[in-house]
């Protein structure tokens, strides 16, 4: 199929799609590279589009908008979708999404982006829901239920999204049997609030008997995230603190206001939850899609891996002092030590956090059945962090 990749209203290149392999199998013509996907744009070389890395790029990133090999419960999904690889939704919305609004045109097509975009246009989001959260589902019977931005949604846990009025939301459970990711989205904008650090808003939600986490999408028509995965593709890998250093740089160097402290606040929050999964998914910036300006370090989302959720033994306390820092795992303790002026932290604001926490994990304990030991042990955990994070300020 000849098709066009758009960002937004904007042609970026025009191009073979094989509806059956799922990869491009010739790129006609560049239009506007400038448009392209960020990632995309570092592999370009003019004049010899078709025999580089770029056109095999292309694919990847076009297939990598699919739901991913490893999201927790995938062979059951498909199954009640009734298709047999997540590549098969991209032909369905035009690999539309409301974390960006890149999309493939038919080239003899007359669509607009304005009539099609799941920003304005209502999906129909029920059966997908069901389907990707709830425990027993049905097989997907209406066309329409494949037709949503549900098709592109990265990240490991099982999620959809749902529209209340007007509004898009995310949904996110738990991975496999464990529930306490969503607690864990709440706490952390919890004191993001507290402490002032831009973050996505996350509430909790009941659906079919499994707490979920549940934020509103905040991205936008006019803009996209991208994430440091793809402004680091193209920058030399140290596996120290200079990977940060250059990403700052990047993101200061193209307007960005107070990127430094932005990125610290995230440090700042992994700490006192001890969140290990700030892998270079988790963050990122918004760029405006019509004039490209980078506007903003993206709010803080994907906090859901914390309080030592993989290390969990009633019996046995086992407690990770690691987090993630680019491309290394290091120490929480190591890591916080790249906030140059700590002492802006107004850690009494946290005070009242533990209670907060442990109130919250009991107002749902009927639903998730997590023991009182466990709550006991997290909210001891997470007074130990704020504590710890005191003495830091304290002796700064
Ligand atoms: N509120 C949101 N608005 C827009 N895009 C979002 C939002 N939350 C998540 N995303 C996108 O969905 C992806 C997966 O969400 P994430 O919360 O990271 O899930 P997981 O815990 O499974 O990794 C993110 O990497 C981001 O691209
Ligand atoms: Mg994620």
């Not at 292309?58 to 419960?73: A, N, V, Y």
């Not at 969990?312 to 290394?328: A, K, L, P």
């Amino acid at each position: 199929m000849k098709c066009i990749l758009m960002n937004k209203n904007t042609e970026v290149l025009v191009a073979e799609y094989n509806t059956v392999s799922k990869f491009f199998d010739r790129i006609i013509e560049v239009k506007n590279i400038d448009y392209a996907p960020y990632i995309l744009k570092s592999f370009y070389i003019k004049d010899d589009i078709n025999d580089t890395p770029f056109r095999t790029n292309l694919s990847e990133w076009f297939r990598g908008r699919g739901i991913p090999s490893w999201r927790d419960k995938l062979d059951l999904l498909l199954h009640r979708l009734d298709i047999s690889a997540p590549t098969e939704l991209l032909d369905k919305a035009f690999g539309l999404s409301l974390s960006d609004q890149y999309w493939l045109k038919p080239l003899d097509s007359n669509l607009k982006y304005d009539d099609i975009n799941f920003f304005d246009n209502d999906f129909d989001y029920a059966e997908f829901l069901e389907a990707s959260l709830s425990l027993n589902s049905k097989i997907i019977k209406k066309e329409t239920s494949l037709k949503t931005p549900n098709n592109t949604t990265d990240g490991m846990l099982k999620k959809a999204w749902i529209i209340e009025n007007g509004t898009r939301y995310l949904l996110k459970g738990g991975y496999k049997n464990e529930i306490l990711q969503p607690f864990n989205e709440v706490l952390a904008s919890m004191i993001c609030d507290r402490l002032g650090f831009n973050h996505v808003p996350y509430t909790l939600d009941v659906y079919k008997d499994t707490v979920v986490s549940k934020c509103p999408c905040f991205i936008t028509k006019d803009t996209e995230l991208i994430t440091a995965y793809q402004i680091r593709n193209d920058m030399k890998r140290h596996d120290n603190t200079d990977d940060y250093e250059e990403y700052i740089k990047k993101l200061e160097e193209n307007g960005i206001p107070n990127a430094r402290e932005k990125i610290e606040n995230m440090y700042i929050l992994d700490f006192l939850i001890m969140n290990e999964d700030r892998h270079l998914n988790n963050f990122g910036i918004i760029r405006d899609v019509n004039t490209l300006k980078w506007l903003d370090v993206a709010p803080i989302f994907d906090n859901g891996m914390a309080l030592n959720i993989p290390y969990y033994d009633e019996n046995e306390v086992i407690i990770s002092g690691n987090g993630r820092f680019f491309y290394e795992v290091k120490p929480f303790d190591e890591i916080i030590k790249v906030v140059r002026n700590i002492k802006r932290i107004d850690i009494s604001k946290l005070d009242d956090i533990p209670e907060c926490f442990d109130n919250l994990l009991h107002e749902y304990q009927h639903i998730t059945h997590i023991s009182d030991k466990r709550i006991y042990r997290l909210c001891v955990l997470l007074n130990r962090q704020i504590n710890k994070l005191k003495k830091i300020i304290e002796e700064a």
